[in-house]
């Protein structure tokens, strides 16, 4: 079992440590091109001659290096989106050749993305897992934790403590192809699932309402996997 500590909460921007070790595993960042602000400028001044506003401009690049620091893998982010993605010397356009998106299935409490790999990603409000073909649980995140004497401890204040993420004991380009599909998964998680632990006390009308935005929004992130592509 492998397990790794996000040094902070925002994944696309960590270093993944082995949790046991203390030893680095993956450090991940992302940027915007330098020339973002030109093109903003750029985008005001064609607005303001032909009375019409160009499509924003919102590109940015997720580097995930090895221990030695060797860039292993890259998304290429269009907005909200993966245009492209690259795992060691595969490059893939989008997340549609990593998920399965015609087999996602959407629920009122969960979301179920299969991969390429035969295994599925289970996501909810509160919880991320993954699950092999039988349905076995072979990796979870451990949302708020600390480690305490070897075992994970839930941190008694909101965002006080890390982030850890389990998986069972892989080849490593396996693993790898994981952390990618995991970042994928955090960054839309984040987006659809608007959801705390306090919503569940503040009465079931307006989870519900959650609940149906966060439907809608997978419904649109499967078609959006099925019509990727690079631009």
């Not at 203390?22 to 985008?43: K, L, W």
Request: proline share 5%.
């Amino acid at each position: 079992m492998m397990l790794l500590r996000f040094s902070t909460s925002d994944v696309c921007n960590a270093t993944l440590t082995e949790a046991t070790t203390g030893e680095v595993a993956y450090r991940i960042s992302t940027t915007r091109p330098r020339s973002s602000s030109r093109t903003s400028f750029m985008s005001i001044s064609s607005r303001s001659q032909d009375g019409q506003s160009p499509p924003p401009t919102d590109r940015r690049t997720t580097v995930v290096k090895d221990s030695d620091g060797e860039v292993v893998a890259e998304i290429v982010w269009e907005a909200n989106c993966a245009s492209r993605i690259r795992i060691r010397d595969e490059e893939m356009r989008g997340t549609s050749e990593l998920f399965d998106a015609a087999f996602v299935k959407v629920l009122p409490d969960e979301t179920l993305i299969p991969t390429r790999m035969e295994y599925v990603w289970r996501l909810t409000p509160d919880s991320v897992t993954l699950l092999d073909d039988d349905g076995e649980v072979i990796g979870e995140l451990h949302a708020n934790c600390w480690m305490v004497k070897g075992q994970l401890v839930p941190a008694r204040l909101p965002s006080a403590g890390y982030g850890f993420l389990s998986l069972d004991d892989r080849p490593p380009a396996e693993t790898l192809e994981l952390i990618v599909c995991y970042l994928l998964l955090s960054t839309l998680r984040a987006r659809m699932y608007l959801i705390t632990r306090y919503v569940y006390g503040q009465g079931s009308d307006r989870l519900s309402k959650l609940r149906r935005r966060a439907t809608r929004s997978f419904v649109h992130l499967r078609e959006t996997m099925r019509r990727i592509h690079i631009t």
